[in-house]
């Protein structure tokens, strides 16, 4: 046979493309159930990190306004219950700041010690400490809400595609031994139904492992300001307000 021959007659017994559709479509119900599953995580995954990533924009930006107004310096320098009821007044458009919210749950404490006639002591100041304290880890309790969906979604994403890999590879291996038929006609399709599996897998971990060390890394940023805040605001209260 003429060697000009050989081409066309490789190009007739090559297999047709395969579709990443068609395969998804004819896949196994095992194999569908896994892209399924990860395909809801993956979009879990994308809703909470734009969420997260809307909610610290507004919380940095209303801290930022926040410790302007509480660090204003024409307010005086003397810190009594006048400048703390001016200062509270104005908290309320900034109730996207966690700091704000602390400020207010450590002045609704001291207002209730201070509206009566005994002086503020230690025990009251104890009292302001832990309304901060509780305040503080509510904040971040907040902030990490829906945060371990991202962390199990990058853990476990890539074993589910594994999961399906397997599956996948192993209908193929039974096609060939139903068929009694090694070609690449019978062996090419689960093999690339497994691999869309594994693919989609790590569609779905990747972003998600990123985006939850990005949001972890922020708001222990965010905490460590809270924290920050509230024992400049503890030292604020037992200079001026304890006898």
Avoid: C
Avoid at 9 to 24: E, F, V
Avoid at 95 to 106: K, T, Y
């Amino acid at each position: 046979m003429p060697a000009y021959l050989f081409p066309l007659l490789l190009q007739a017994d090559a297999p047709a493309a395969l579709d990443p559709w068609a395969l998804i479509w004819n896949a196994t119900l095992v194999v569908k159930l896994v892209i399924v599953v990860l395909v809801i995580m993956a979009l879990g995954s994308w809703f909470i990190s734009g969420t997260k990533l809307v909610r610290l924009a507004q919380a940095k930006s209303a801290s930022l306004k926040f410790l302007g107004v509480f660090w204003n310096k024409d307010d005086g320098n003397t810190w009594n219950g006048k400048r703390l009821e001016a200062i509270y007044a104005q908290v309320g458009s900034l109730d996207a700041s966690p700091l704000a919210r602390v400020f207010r749950a450590g002045y609704v404490e001291l207002a209730k010690i201070t509206s009566g006639d005994r002086p503020v002591d230690k025990d009251d100041l104890d009292n302001v400490e832990r309304s901060l304290k509780r305040a503080a880890a509510n904040e971040m309790t907040m902030l990490e809400d829906l945060l371990p969906f991202l962390a199990t979604t990058g853990s476990v994403g890539p074993f589910i595609g594994l999961f399906g890999t397997v599956w996948g590879i192993m209908s193929a291996f039974l096609a060939i031994g139903n068929q009694a038929n090694a070609s690449l006609d019978v062996v090419a399709p689960g093999i690339a139904e497994a691999l869309i599996a594994t693919a989609i897998g790590l569609v779905a971990a990747i972003p998600a492992v990123m985006a939850y060390n990005y949001f972890v890394r922020r708001i222990r940023v965010l905490e460590s300001e809270t924290d920050a805040f509230a024992s400049d605001y503890l030292n604020i209260v037992r200079r001026h307000f304890l006898s």
